[in-house]
Nanobody
Framework: VQLQAFGGGLVQPGGSLRLSCAASGMIVRLNVMAWYRQAPGKQRELVASISHSARTNYLDSVKGRFTISRDNAKNTVYLQMTSLKPEDTAVYYC???????WGQGTLVTVSS
């Protein structure tokens, strides 16, 4: 199993980014997939998850701003982030709990 996460970058407060997590060696629609983040000096935290039945869950602080989704044809999971705040700055990781596999992380920096 391999997860390749990309799409991070520098964005101004209020801006948007879409993170992608391309999976190989597994079928994302059959698994729970999740996005975590880790800010400097803080513990890694669960940001969003999507189940095989497409049920989603979100960290309270991102509800209404972030959306997790998947493209079954591309075997890819996305995290659409809008209304970004400086406190969203972190390295974002995709994770497949069923396999225990982590993506390599992609840095999101929200700053003016």
């Amino acid at each position: 199993v391999q997860l390749q996460a990309f799409g991070g970058g520098l964005v101004q407060p209020g801006g948007s980014l879409r993170l992608s997590c391309a999976a190989s060696g597994m079928i994302v629609r059959l698994n729970v997939m999740a996005w975590y983040r880790q800010a400097p000096g803080k513990q890694r935290e669960l940001v969003a998850s999507i189940s095989h039945s497409a049920r989603t869950n979100y960290l309270d602080s991102v509800k209404g701003r972030f959306t997790i989704s998947r493209d079954n044809a591309k075997n890819t999971v996305y995290l659409q982030m809008t209304s970004l705040k400086p406190e969203d700055t972190a390295v974002y990781y995709c994770y497949a709990p069923g396999s225990g596999e982590w993506g390599q992380g992609t840095l999101v920096t929200v700053s003016s």
